[in-house]
Every structure is written in structure tokens, then in C-alpha cells.
């Protein structure tokens, strides 16, 4: 009897250690493949730039890489340290001043130093997706009363076929000149190559975004458009209740190409348009032609590509949490 007890009481432990194990086994290899991946990656890239001699030098590897992430970062922090000095410079004079003057009235002044690989890091990231957002707002709309209709769509269709193939820099210096011509202020809030850069990447990531969310409208099961008109719905709450949640997925997936296209885009709109941001920072270091240009560069191109990375795994994450069709944001 006690020996059958045993035998019961050890089965369920045996069948959690295989668990553990397919589980542990399956983390590694999900762990173990990318890491050689990138391993092969690294060791290729590696060889190839200790054979490329370009006119500034070897081009550079992966230790020169991780040696400037070294060097941007500490070039930051000095940054921060001169912009905490300057303030307290001001709040010491201010002090003073209205000691001397008790009805002065205190001007602080904003610091102007040199914008850091991190603070360009950030400015980028707010120009797309302000630009991402504002195409958002007016392409989802759009889509959706493109895909409701027939005739909109015909009429609308071949705009959208002619202007999504367009390069930014074809975009780009038509921007730049309404921007001039209607933007006009002696103390603008906001910069004109803000603007630049964010309404040249509305206007090229607005097309996925139109075209998706049409696909996915026209695409609704008509089962759902039946119960809709047997319930007689609103047009409005026919849009809420049913076309909202049936398209989700291909809106998102729309989304998700327009977030690509516009990290793609910024790059090189902030190039030419000369917007503090990471296009810039690529730009200015051509141009300075310094031994270490090549490897910042090489630096610049790594946090793009990891940036516009997460950009997608975080859009992928937010189609997770909005979707009805869980397998449909699988990847």
C-alpha cells in the first residue's frame, strides 16, 4: 500500500521535471540561435572591416562601434554637466540682482549648447511620431470611409497609386517651401525644421495606413454587415460596434508598415532639412571628416536599426492588447 502511495506521489513530480526541462530546453534554443546568429554576425563584420580602407581609414568594427557608444555617452554627460553650471551661473547673478534691485524681475535664459547623441535621439523620436500620429488621424478615417464605399474608393484609389511610390526627397523641399510661406513668425514655438521633417513623414507613411484600413473594411464578413442592418444601426455605431473591431488587424498591420516607413523616412528628411535629430547627427559626421566619423556613423546606424526595432514590437504589443484576433498579433 505504501509502496503504490509513493509511486502516485512521485509520478506528478517526474511529469513537472519533464516540463522544466522541455521548457528550459526550449528557452535556450530560443536564447541559443539568435545569440550565434548575431555571433556570425559580428565575426563577419569583423573580417570585412579590417580589409575596407577607406579615405578616413579602416573602416570601422564592432569595438570601435562599442568605443564611441563609450564616448557619445560620456560626451553627454559633460554636456548636462556645462548646462547645470549655466543655470546656477544665472540663479546666482538673478540673486544678486534683485539683492541689489528688489524690483527686478528675474530673466532666465535657456541654454543653447551643443544637442548630444541622446538628446538627437530623443528629438527624433518626437518628430516621428508626431508625424506618425498625425497621419494616423487623418488616414484611418479616410480607409475607413474608402472601404465603405465603392465609389470613394474608385475616386480616391488613384491618387493613393500615384503618390505612394514618391521619395521623401521629392516631398521634402515642396514642404519646405509652404512651410516658409506659411509658417511666418519672429519667435516661432515651434522650430520650421520640426516641421519639416514631421509633415514630410506624414506624407510619406500616410499610404500603407489608407490602403490597409480600406482592405480591412471592405473585407468584413458580411454576416456581421447583416446583423448590422437587421438591428438597424446608426451609421456611426455601425462603424463602432462593427467595423472598428472586424478591421482591427489590418489596421494595425497597416500601422506597423507606416511606423517602418517613417523611421526610414526621418533619417533622411532630417538630413536635408537639418532637424537636431539622427539624421543630423549622420549628416554632420560626414561631413566632418574626423578619424572617429566612421565608427559614430557606424554607432548612429546600430541605434537606428535597434530603435526602429522596438518602435514595431511596441506597436505589435499595443495590437495585442486592442485585438479581438490574438493570433493575428502573433508576430
Known amino acids: 500500500m505504501s509502496t503504490t502511495t509513493s509511486i502516485n506521489e512521485t509520478e506528478p513530480k517526474i511529469e513537472w521535471l519533464e516540463k522544466a526541462i522541455q521548457q ?40 570601435a562601434v562599442l568605443e564611441q557608444f563609450g564616448a557619445l555617452y560620456d560626451e553627454h554627460q559633460a554636456e548636462r554637466i556645462k548646462e547645470t553650471a549655466f543655470y546656477e551661473r544665472q540663479e546666482i547673478r538673478n540673486e544678486k540682482r534683485m539683492a541689489e534691485d528688489p524690483g527686478y524681475s528675474p530673466k532666465v535664459r535657456a541654454y543653447t549648447g551643443k544637442e548630444t547623441f541622446l538628446d538627437q535621439i530623443i528629438t527624433s523620436l518626437i518628430t516621428v511620431m508626431s508625424g506618425f500620429a498625425l497621419a494616423a488621424l487623418l488616414a484611418i ?32 523641399p515642396l514642404v519646405t517651401m509652404v512651410v516658409s510661406a506659411l509658417y511666418v513668425s519672429p519667435d516661432p514655438i515651434v522650430p520650421k525644421s520640426f516641421l519639416n521633417s514631421m509633415i514630410t513623414v506624414t506624407l510619406c507613411c500616410i499610404w500603407p495606413m489608407v490602403i490597409n484600413t480600406a482592405v480591412g473594411v471592405a473585407s468584413i464578413d458580411s454576416d456581421l454587415v447583416n446583423v448590422s442592418r437587421v438591428l438597424r444601426l446608426p451609421a456611426l455605431k455601425h462603424v463602432q460596434k462593427i467595423v472598428l473591431p472586424a478591421s482591427v488587424p489590418m489596421i494595425f498591420t ?3 508598415l507606416s511606423l517602418g516607413v517613417a523611421w526610414m523616412v526621418l533619417i533622411a528628411a532630417e ?32 541605434v537606428i536599426g535597434f530603435i526602429g526595432f522596438l518602435l514595431d514590437r511596441c506597436m505589435l504589443q499595443v495590437q495585442r492588447w486592442v485585438s479581438w484576433d490574438k493570433a493575428s498579433a502573433a508576430r
Open 24 to 63: 528550459g530546453l526550449s528557452l535556450s534554443k530560443m536564447i541559443a540561435i539568435p545569440a550565434v546568429g548575431i555571433a556570425v554576425f559580428l565575426l563577419l563584420w569583423s573580417i570585412a572591416a579590417q580589409n575596407i580602407d577607406t579615405s578616413l581609414g579602416k573602416f570601422p568594427g564592432p569595438s
Open 141 to 172: 478615417p479616410l480607409g475607413i470611409a474608402v472601404g465603405l464605399s465603392k465609389t470613394l474608393n474608385e475616386a480616391i484609389n488613384p491618387i493613393i497609386q500615384i503618390f505612394k511610390p514618391v521619395s521623401p526627397l521629392a516631398w521634402l
Open 254 to 256: 497597416g500601422m506597423r
Open 271 to 302: 538630413m536635408l532639412a537639418q532637424n537636431p535629430g539622427l539624421g543630423k547627427f549622420v549628416w554632420d559626421e560626414f561631413q566632418n571628416g574626423s578619424s572617429d566619423s566612421l565608427s559614430r556613423i557606424m554607432a548612429a546606424v546600430v
